[in-house]
Every structure is written in C-alpha cells, then in structure tokens.
C-alpha cells in the first residue's frame, strides 16, 4: 500500500509537470501564431494598397485610375478623392466604416467583424487621395483554430505518454525496495547475517541499502554482546554454585553446619565476578572512556608487594574500573605463585599498551598454557574463578590476554592505546 501510494504521488506529480508545461506551451504558441498571423494580414493589406496606389493618377487637377487597372481590386480595395468614393463598390457588411476611413487622412488598421480594413493616405498634388483595402481574417482564423486543436491533441498525448513514462520509471526504480523487502523478510526467518550488499550502487537506493546493512550489523552485534553477556555469566555462576551446594551437601551428609565464611567467601566471589563482566559489557557498548595506565597500576596494588615498571604515564581506550577488574585477579593469582616477588612491566607497542604480570613461582607449563584460562582449573587451594574470569572480561571488551610458558609465572595482557 505504501508502495503503490508513492507511486501514484511521483506518477501524478510527473502529469501534474507535464501538463503545467503543455500548457504553457500551447498558450505561447498560440499567441505566437495570432502575432505572425496579424503581421501577416497587415502585409498583406500593405500590399494590395500599394498595388492601388500605382494605379492612381492625378492629371489637370483631376484623380483618376489607368483603365482596366483597378478592375481586379474592385472588390478588396476602394479609392477616395477628397472624401468622395471614385473606384470600387464597399460591401454592404462594411461599407459604412470603409466611407469613414476614406474620409481620414491618415493611416489606420481596424478590424471590423471578420475583415482587417486599411486606409492609406496619398500624395496626390494638394489633393486628398485615399485608399481603402480590406482583407478577409476567415482563412487565417480556420488556420489558428486547426492549430490550437491539433496542439491541444498532441499536448494530451504528451501527459499521457509522461503518466506512462513516469509510472515505468518509478515502478524499475521500486522494484530494489520491493526486493530488499523481501530479503529482509527472508533473512529474518532463516539468515539473519545476510547483507543487502549494493555497495557498487550509487543511486539513493543504493545509499538505503548500504545505511540498512550498516544498521543490521549494529543490530547484530548489539544481539551478540547481550547473547555473550548471558552467556559470560551464566558461565561464571556455575562453578560458585555448584561449590556453595556441594559444601551443603557436605555439611549434610556429615550432620555439621555450614561454614558462614565459606558462603560469604563464595558470595563475594559470585559478586565480583557478575560486576566485572556487566562493568565489561557496558563499557564496550560506551566505547569511548579512557584512563592513565600509572594511576591504576598504583590503585590495584595497593596493599599488596608489587614492583611496577612503567615507561612514561601512558593512556589506554579502556575505563579504569575494567583495567583493575582484568589486573587484579592477575595480581592475585601472581601472588599465591610467588616464591618472594611480584611485578609489573609496562610496555608500548604500536597502537597497544602491553602489562605483563609476573612472579617468581614455577610458571606454566607449554601444554596448559589455555587451560589454566577455563573455569574451574586452579594448581592451588582456589576455585579456579581468577583467570577465568579475566578471560572472560578481555573476550568482552576486545583485550588480549595470554599465558606465556617461560619459566616464571607470565600473564601478558595487552590494551589499545588512546
């Protein structure tokens, strides 16, 4: 309907245009025709009174005609010597007004009925000598008539052929809406990545098309950032579950209660966990918050023996709570490792900043250097939620996050650079 109704308004607006101009154009041409008609008349009048005039002659103070010259202008031209009619027979239709314009001495047009009148003055020797033509306008006004009509008749073809032309035109052109609409409405029942693709195109619908695929990727990965936040957390609120039911299974198994610490312990972990991953999410959504590296370096390892090496105050495109949120379950992990000192290394790399966090324990092994990132691994006494959860995070906000096998405990994080 919506379709079918811009239609109708570019189809109409396309007749409404063209017959605006047919019609001027038909004004114009017929006034133009009317003006060449007129002077024509009159040239013709001119004419035929000079035609009459050569025929004149003034001898011994008389006027008089050649013989047999002004037979042939009898009925169309008349002749006036001092107001007084000396050759031709007026018609009776305009005899009167051609007695009065051979009584003027001086030239005049005027018309009368369907006939143009001409009085033209002679010199005649001190006498008034007059001449009077008349033209008949029936043929030249047959001819405008046929003119107009055939104007107007190919004027109307021509609003329909624009009509035509015009509904063509726009039926092709809607005929790329008519097929995104229907791919759209494919794609959303079974291909929901699918992409217009009419980059090539540089029409206005081309644009449509290239703004509708640019708005559909932000509509997917929008879908993927909640689809990977429901997961993220789901996934993180397995393993404190299955341990807070596991200690009460425990508890009731052996008839005693359940440690308050060990559930506060495990709540609290739970907390930490669901916040840094929705701090995460929302912070990739904003996109646009920045931090100096120094002063969150400084914030995470307060109240712990950690040896910062940074080279200069750098900044990175990441918010600082998310910074502390990666690194300090890094620093924690570090710590219980650790034979006697742990450390931070600050280094610039291109468009990234890389934090290495490292400690003097027994480090990783080649083989597990992705399995200590799974939840539930753990070489010590926890839970294995540490370096899960900073996989996590990093998976969220596009950071990079690696174990490296050196020796040494090494964890390499790596953020873009503001």
């Known amino acids: 309907m919506g379709l079918t109704g811009f239609r109708a308004r570019i189809v ?28 024509d008349t009159r040239t013709l009048a001119r004419t035929r009174a000079d035609a009459v005039a050569a025929t004149v002659q003034v001898l011994n103070g008389g006027v008089r005609l050649v013989e047999g010259a002004g037979d042939a202008f009898d009925t169309v031209a008349w002749v006036y010597a001092d107001g007084r009619l000396i050759d031709g027979a007026p018609r009776s239709a305009v005899a009167g007004v051609v007695d009065q314009l051979g009584r003027s001495d001086k030239e005049e047009y005027l018309t009368t009925g369907r006939y143009l009148l001409y009085a033209a003055p002679l010199p005649a020797q001190g006498r008034q000598v007059t001449v009077v033509v008349t033209v008949d306008l029936t043929p030249y006004e047959n001819s405008e008539q046929r003119s107009l009509i055939a104007s107007l008749v190919l004027g109307a073809l021509a609003v329909v052929l624009a009509g035509f032309v015009a509904y063509l035109g726009v039926s092709r052109a809607l005929r790329v809406v008519h097929r995104m609409s229907a791919l759209a409405d494919e794609w959303g029942d079974h291909d ?61 198994l052996s008839g005693t209660q359940v440690d308050p610490q060990v559930v506060l312990a495990e709540a609290d972990r739970l907390s930490n966990a669901v916040n840094a991953i929705l701090d995460a999410a929302r912070s990739r959504i904003r996109g646009e918050a920045t931090c100096r590296l120094s002063v969150v370096l400084r914030q ?45 290394q600050v280094d610039a790399v291109g468009n990234s900043v890389v934090v290495h966090v490292l400690d003097d324990g027994p480090g990783f092994r080649p083989d597990e250097l992705e ?44 953020f873009p650079r503001a």
């Open 12 to 39: 109409s607006l396309a007749v409404l245009t063209a017959t605006l101009v047919v019609a001027v154009l038909v004004v114009l041409s017929h006034v133009l025709l009317s003006r060449a008609t007129d002077a």
């Open 300 to 344: 995470v390892s307060e109240g712990r023996e950690v040896q910062i090496d940074a080279a200069g105050d750098l900044e990175v495109a990441v918010p600082a709570d998310v910074v502390a949120a990666v690194l300090a379950p890094l620093l924690d992990n570090a710590a219980r490792h650790a034979t006697a000192t742990v450390s931070l």
């Open 371 to 414: 399995r200590i990132f799974a939840p539930g691994h753990s070489g010590t006494d926890g839970h294995g939620l540490g370096l899960a959860v900073v996989r996590r995070i990093a998976t969220a906000t596009g950071l990079g996050v690696r174990a490296v096998a050196d020796g040494r405990g090494h964890v390499e994080v790596r």
């Open 192 to 252: 929901p990545g699918r992409r217009f693709g009419l980059e090539t195109s540089r029409d206005e619908f081309g644009e449509l098309a290239q703004t509708f695929d640019r708005l559909l990727d932000r509509v997917s990965a929008t879908i993927a950032d909640e689809r990977r936040l429901t997961d993220e957390i789901a996934h993180e609120l397995r393993t404190p579950i299955t341990v807070l039911r596991g200690d009460a299974q425990l508890a009731e």
